[in-house]
């Protein structure tokens, strides 16, 4: 991976392995993820999302070592996920519920969640006439927009965002990349983002690239 080298880790992995039956998806993977945005690029089948859900803790590696802002994964997994914000943008676990409630949710999760960003992000992802209807009522890309709110709401230490133009309108990619570029000189939070190709509108600390 390539990374910005003046900056201070938040989140280190060291040989992590990983396979699905049939496929050794990740051998000795390692990586020194800084505060900022980090790509991990990569095309379909290359492991993305998986790679995602690995280094959130919601995925178990055959062995290797997690360690996010000085807390093991191995030592203690609970304090460890409590530091990071992911949602599978195909989930539904979400869909009885409105904007607002979703928002609740997380802010009950993150204690630095900032409910003063909402009406702006909201507005920004062109979300505000969808307030008042349950996520099963939304497009997916209005649902996606749902979950990126709470992200840059959410102030997690670690943001794991998975293909995050995926389903959105111009206007509203526009926004996510502006809003990710703001999040560059952060030294207090990773964002960790899953795409296809490299994103041109957002300033990087790093990248991990998985081939195509």
Do not use: C
């Amino acid at each position: 991976m390539t990374q910005a080298a003046d900056r201070a880790a938040l989140l280190l992995a060291s040989r992590l392995n990983f396979s699905y039956p049939g496929l050794d998806l990740f051998q000795d993977f390692s990586a020194r993820i800084t505060s900022g945005v980090t790509l991990v690029r990569g095309g379909d089948g290359r492991g993305k999302t998986t790679l995602l859900n690995l280094l959130g803790g919601f995925m178990p590696a055959r062995d290797g070592v997690l360690e996010l802002d000085g807390v093991r994964l191995d030592s203690d997994g609970e304090a460890y996920r409590r530091q990071v914000f992911f949602i599978d943008p195909r989930t539904e676990a979400y869909d009885q519920m409105l904007p607002a409630e979703v928002f609740a949710a997380m802010a009950a999760r993150f204690p630095r969640f900032d409910h003063s960003l909402l009406p702006a992000l909201t507005e920004g992802l062109s979300l505000t006439p969808h307030l008042e209807k349950k996520l099963f009522m939304l497009s997916t890309g209005s649902k996606r927009k749902v979950y990126l709110a709470a992200a840059f709401a959410a102030h997690a230490r670690l943001t794991l965002l998975d293909d995050p133009y995926a389903s959105l309108d111009r206007a509203s990619i526009n926004f996510v990349a502006a809003t990710l570029d703001a999040h560059a000189d952060d030294a207090q939070q990773a964002w960790v983002v899953a795409m296809y190709e490299t994103p041109t509108a957002i300033r990087l600390a790093g990248s991990i690239d998985l081939g195509d």
